[in-house]
């Protein structure tokens, strides 16, 4: 009777598991089902464009340069991502760009030539044949086969041609011809400099040996003047924005740090007062923490104005709650027989706390401020973003334009290059202040 009994309870085990096993699939299954229904990942795919997005990526890594004429003027300008600071002066023009009076004649390689004369325009595409574009009241369109391709948009106020060499747009008010290149344009010096345009074997040969260019200063001095006051890419102010963007995670995660260690003595069971103390102090780390930084960001920019100093609070308030709670659980694991020890020579409570107990939580203290340290520095980011500073307003403002995707990038790969510096640093100070090697 017995052994029947076992059996049928381990028969009755074995079915329960059997049915947990099948049961755990199907939740899985059910809640894949909803989050794809929630989330419209079927209407999701149908508005995917993978084609903006190639385009996006592409502008990352290449510039383009617009030749514009003015239709109204009959003028013609030359520029850099059609930035009014990047425009060519007329004797320095690019060579791909041939301009004579009204007539200019744009090669884009790989025998694609567009010529502006007058009010018509001509791109002769190979394999297809001229595309003329005639501006007056409209645009009138003109294709060797009297059809409409698909690489052409066209319209009767606006027509627009792109090929892999280039894209042409035509308006009442202006043509325009865009050829891209790969690289950053002007990285180094803008046009305004007397080293743009040099190879690097050049420049490095100015700065090496050449002539002075400057006799007030060496060529070395100029070129990193030049570079430090690049009006295009301001090499200058993305440095200092780097530094505010530190600047914030610093002043937020120790001042944070500052004014909760005396807080999570009061909030540690063995070391706080009363037990109504400990509870309402709790309630505050709780109440901060529980408010993300961004909210905090928010109110304090209307409370004080956008600025480094508001980011830097906002990480401090929210900080505070994190670290009172670290801090706190850290003192009520404490060890208490040193701060017996120290109690028996004599030693007042700030002496107990500095010898006894300090000692015993610095490891966890230092390592936990240097893990929000770093974190901070990415947080910073967005921050900054908000309240008008760091790196993370250029990176706003750089995608808000929507042109300067290169700039995008640029500022992306510096807040990843940050962010692996302040992890580095924060290993070798840990390694140091911790650990003592």
């Known amino acids: 009777m017995t052994t029947m009994t076992l059996q049928d309870r381990t028969i009755r085990i074995m079915d329960r598991?059997?049915?947990?096993?099948?049961?755990?699939?199907a939740?899985?299954?059910?809640y894949l089902v909803y989050a794809a229904i929630s989330f419209?990942?079927?209407?999701?795919?149908?508005?995917?464009?993978?084609?903006?997005?190639?385009?996006l990526m592409a502008d990352t890594v290449t510039h383009k340069i617009h030749v514009t004429r003015d239709n109204r003027r009959d003028a013609l300008s030359v520029s850099v991502e059609g930035s009014a600071r990047a425009t060519f002066a007329p004797d320095r023009l690019p060579d791909w760009v041939a301009a004579q009076g009204s007539r200019t004649v744009i090669d884009l390689g790989a025998g694609h030539v567009v010529t502006y004369d007058g009010p018509r325009t001509t791109y002769d595409i190979p394999a297809y044949g001229p595309v003329t574009l005639t501006v007056g009241d409209g645009v009138t369109l003109d294709t060797p086969d009297g059809q409409v391709p698909a690489f052409i948009n066209a319209s009767p106020a606006r027509v627009t041609i792109s090929t892999d060499q280039g894209?042409?747009?035509?308006?009442?008010?202006?043509?325009?011809?865009?050829?891209?290149?790969?690289g950053w344009e002007m990285f180094f010096f803008d046009l305004s400099s007397p080293l743009a345009g040099l190879s690097a074997g050049q420049v490095a040969a100015a700065v090496l040996w050449g002539d002075r260019i400057d006799p007030a200063r060496s060529n070395l001095s100029l070129a990193l003047s030049e570079f430090w006051t690049n009006d295009i890419w301001q090499h200058g102010a993305v440095a200092w924005a780097l530094f505010e963007t530190i600047l914030m995670a610093f002043l937020g995660t120790f001042g944070a740090a500052f004014v909760a260690l005396p807080l999570a003595f009061l909030a540690a069971q063995n070391?706080?007062?009363?037990?109504?103390?400990?509870?309402?102090?709790r309630r505050v780390f709780d109440f901060v923490r529980g408010v993300d930084a961004l909210i905090f960001t928010i109110i304090l920019s209307r409370a004080f104005g956008p600025g480094p100093l508001t980011g830097a609070l906002a990480i401090l308030l929210t900080d505070t709650g994190s670290f009172g709670k670290l801090f706190s659980e850290a003192l009520e694991n404490v060890d208490a027989k040193p701060i017996e020890g120290i109690r028996?020579?004599?030693?007042?409570?700030?002496?107990?706390?500095?010898?006894?107990?300090?000692p015993q939580v610095m490891p966890v203290l230092l390592s936990q401020m240097l893990y929000f340290l770093e974190s901070n520095t990415r947080s910073a980011t967005i921050i900054g973003a908000i309240?008008?500073?760091?790196?993370?307003?250029?990176?706003?403002?750089?995608?808000?334009?929507?042109?300067?995707?290169?700039k995008v990038a640029y500022y992306i790969l510096l807040i990843v290059v940050l962010v692996i510096a302040m992890d580095g640093l924060s290993g070798w100070l840990r390694r140091r202040l911790i650990r003592g090697s």
């Open 344 to 358: 028996s020579t004599g030693a007042g409570a700030l002496q107990r706390y500095r010898f006894g107990v300090i």
């Open 40 to 55: 419209d990942l079927a209407g999701l795919a149908q508005r995917a464009r993978l084609d903006n997005a190639a385009v």
């Open 27 to 30: 939740l899985i299954l059910a």
């Open 271 to 281: 070391f706080a007062p009363s037990r109504m103390l400990r509870f309402a102090v």
């Open 167 to 182: 894209r042409v747009t035509a308006t009442r008010a202006r043509t325009e011809t865009l050829r891209y290149f790969w």
């Open 17 to 25: 598991r059997r049915r947990m096993a099948l049961a755990v699939p």
């Open 387 to 406: 309240t008008g500073g760091g790196i993370g307003l250029m990176l706003t403002q750089a995608i808000q334009t929507t042109q300067d995707w290169e």
